[in-house]
Antibody, heavy 118, light 109 residues
Framework: EVRLVESGGGLIQPGGSLRLSCAAS????????MNWVRQAPGKGLEWVAY????????YYADSVRGRFSISRDNGKKSLYLQMSSLRAEDTAIYYC???????????WGQGALVTVSS | EIVLTQSPGILSLSPGERAILSCRAS???????LAWYQQKPGQAPSLLIF???SRASGIPDRFSGSGSGTDFTLTISRLEPEDFAMYYC??????????FGQGTKLELK
């Protein structure tokens, strides 16, 4: 069974930093490209970042480029999102999400809530 | 960067009716790399359609996707009570972004 479990969310002050982690199981992690997708309270989905299976390629949304960094450790079957210079508008549920080999996102974690507030 | 615009924002229909949801891209989506998702309150999204027209595993055949280039459609042929939810399109064919549309809420009339 494919499982994606996020951790590391919480309340953080504006300007602060936070690292989200996602523990993957039930599939060959290194073979899949991965994403972070977020959803602000009551709002739609926003794709945040993408990383290829071998970590060679990363893409970022304009809204987070230069502040967020996606990485992975295939040996630990883990995905990470390092977030810095956090703003109130970064408040959201952050989902770890697997890119399916034929396209689209086929598995999602349960989400980690990040709240940026003083 | 490709911008996806979904319409309508809200669609009010009854069970048994047909739903037609639109997703328009600001520029051509490479290789028809467009997906549709369903999201119910308090849940993560689930993949319905990939490659513009291929159903994901376990998705009922009342869901169908069509379109190419800049215009895409999700059709639900006969609405079941469990189909009332939010629907999002996403393009994944043109790096560097994998943008989502703003969503269509399918609500019970």
């Amino acid at each position: 069974e494919v499982r994606l479990v996020e951790s590391g969310g919480g309340l953080i002050q504006p300007g602060g930093s936070l690292r989200l982690s996602c523990a993957a199981s039930g599939f060959l992690f290194s073979s899949y490209n991965m994403n972070w997708v977020r959803q602000a309270p009551g709002k739609g989905l926003e794709w945040v970042a993408y990383i290829s299976g071998d970590s060679d390629t990363q893409y970022y949304a304009d809204s987070v480029r230069g502040r967020f960094s996606i990485s992975r450790d295939n040996g630990k079957k883990s995905l990470y999102l390092q977030m810095s210079s956090l703003r109130a508008e970064d408040t959201a549920i952050y989902y770890c999400a697997r890119t399916w080999l034929l396209g689209g996102i086929d598995y999602w974690g349960q989400g980690a809530l990040v709240t940026v507030s003083s | 960067e490709i911008v996806l615009t979904q319409s309508p924002g809200i669609l009010s229909l009854s069970p048994g009716e047909r739903a037609i949801l639109s997703c328009r891209a600001s520029q051509s989506v490479g290789s028809n790399s467009l997906a549709w998702y369903q999201q119910k309150p308090g849940q993560a999204p689930s993949l319905l359609i990939f490659g513009a027209s291929s159903r994901a595993s376990g998705i009922p055949d009342r869901f169908s996707g069509s379109g190419s280039g800049t215009d895409f459609t999700l059709t639900i042929s006969r609405l079941e009570p469990e189909d009332f939810a939010m629907y999002y399109c996403q393009q994944y064919g043109t790096p560097p972004t994998h943008t989502f549309g703003q969503g269509t809420k399918l609500e019970l009339k």
